[in-house]
């Protein structure tokens, strides 16, 4: 994170599902030339096509029924910021063509436009799916692949870095402490050791 923060070069984050590759997207862009700009976010994954499409690039006016008004899009809204995409394996062979027109571009157009409106962003993805894959099934384009993956970020689940729960476990102590106004201070040694030695799913 520290590395890549400053540059402005388009980061891909893979990791199982919960193991916070939206906080590590959040920690690269406030960590940025770009953190005085948005942070724009969309899970790629909880939208139909079609919806996908008009979160992405905005519509206009009667685009469609329903579209009583021009509304933008977040790759329009993250103009100067970052635009995190969550879950972008899950997107279809025809939206990624469109993303790759515009990163090449820097230019898009809204669902139903004519007009081509620059836009300017730095784009972190990810995803818990193996792209390479999904590249061999046809379902993800290399091109926009090596788009997106210019450098790459792996986070490991929890079960593989047990050092890093006492210091989870004192940050949420710690938060909820001051949220509840209760005076506790931390965990026991042997508290701590309990959870490290608990047999979390896929490390038994």
Known sequence: IQKLAPTDARVLITGETGVGKDLVARAIHMRSEQSYGPFVALNCGAQSETLLESELFGHERGAFTGAVKARRGRLEMANN???FLDEIG???PKMQVSLLRVLEDK?????????????HFRLISATHRYLRQLIKEDQFREDFFYRINVFSIDI?????????????????????AAETGRPVKGMTQKAQNILCDYPWPGNV
């Open 81 to 83: 910021g970052t635009l």
């Open 90 to 92: 899950e997107i279809s």
């Open 107 to 119: 230019k898009l157009r809204r669902v139903g436009g004519n007009q081509s409106i620059e836009t």
């Open 156 to 176: 490991p689940p929890l079960r593989e870095r047990i050092e890093d729960i006492p210091v989870l476990a004192d940050y949420f102590i710690n938060s909820n």
